[in-house]
């Protein structure tokens, strides 16, 4: 098992790891985002690895580069999502592709089809919590369908041979919950592909019909309740000139508003990243955000951050690279907005970049991950890398019974 922490094994004696997830379709965020990168990662640092993404779509299939496909049945008013049709199928399938590991990336019917699997087989399965369904139901449903939704979140996740989270925020939910022994392991970004070398500040304004000394704030996401868009157009109407407003993929249920623009959700990630850099600040309102892979492609970008001093984001922005608003609301994030544009913006920018190239580089999050996959196989643990020590946020194990 040397090809988890780098070494090299030929042929069909390679160690096999699967990730399977339904969180993976045209418009998906950020785990559709973290698994490609991962598969880009693997073949690169460790030819020596197999590695497989299984994940729904229209038929069954598989193409060149290790991605397999169950036919699965698309959900309505879902921007695409499929969910399967069968777990006993989905189960057989990954059993029929002879993994060492399985990384299940979501509570639903894949992540049951990979325990099914990994018990057929023998072999650990990994379960990433990159969401958390109990804070959602309270938000969409009310407050007395958390504890129902806490208790089967955690039922689920119990049964995992090890879980891991990407923030403190939902490792610390899931041991409130009941899970025991979580491993926090932060996302990452593109360095090189979000970069503030992309900014086209003056182009961007002349687009969006907008005077050059416009201040330009940015988010790009899913237009779901938990983003809080409302929060971000009470707050640049709060705000008023020069402030303006761009959301990308976000303001598909917005009304309009002379100070907003709305962008469609944009698939080419050349075009999000010219976007990002060419903004002078990045605002997000969500209190609850698991992690937040767009803050991380926002600093990558050389921007500044305002968000809430809650949830996932918190452990990514300070004020060394941001501003933080005590809550959710428009006059707290206006506060947050004004405060940030009185400092000096231009350093900011210039910590937060450092901020993405220090402490979220992709390597350190794949790095993290296969040493795990290694000790769930029973590989002895890599010496220890000659590498700046990870903030404290990282490789954590929260709740250990």
Known sequence: MGAWSGGSVEGDARPHLVDTTMLFAPRSGGVKRYLLAKQAWLAKARPGVRHTLVAPGEENGADNHGKVTIAAA?????????YPVSIRKWADKLVALQPDVIEAGDPFGPGHAALEAGERLGIPVVGFCHTDPAALAALHIGEWAEPPVRRRWAAFFRRFDQVV??????????????????????????????????????????ELGLSPDTRLLIFAGRAAREKNIDVLLETVAKLGAPYHLVLVGAGALAQPQANATFIDFQSDTAVVARLLASADAFVHANDKEPFGLIALEALASGLPMVCVRAGGLAEIVDEQVGQL??????????????????????AVGRSARQRAVERHDWGRTFEGLTGLYGELCGAPKPAPALAPAPPPHLNLVIGRA
Do not use: C, W
Request: proline share 5%; aromatic share 6%.
């Open 165 to 206: 989270a990407p923030s403190r925020h939902i490792a610390e939910r899931l041991a409130y919950a009941g899970v025991p022994g979580v491993r926090v392991q932060a996302l990452g970004v593109d360095t090189e592909r979000f970069h503030p070398g992309n900014a086209d500040k003056a182009g961007l304004r002349r």
């Open 74 to 82: 698309r959900l309505p008013f879902a921007n695409g999502y499929r």
């Open 325 to 346: 608003a005590e809550r959710a609301n428009a006059a707290a994030m206006a506060e947050a907005v004004e405060a940030l544009f009185a400092r000096d913006l231009e």
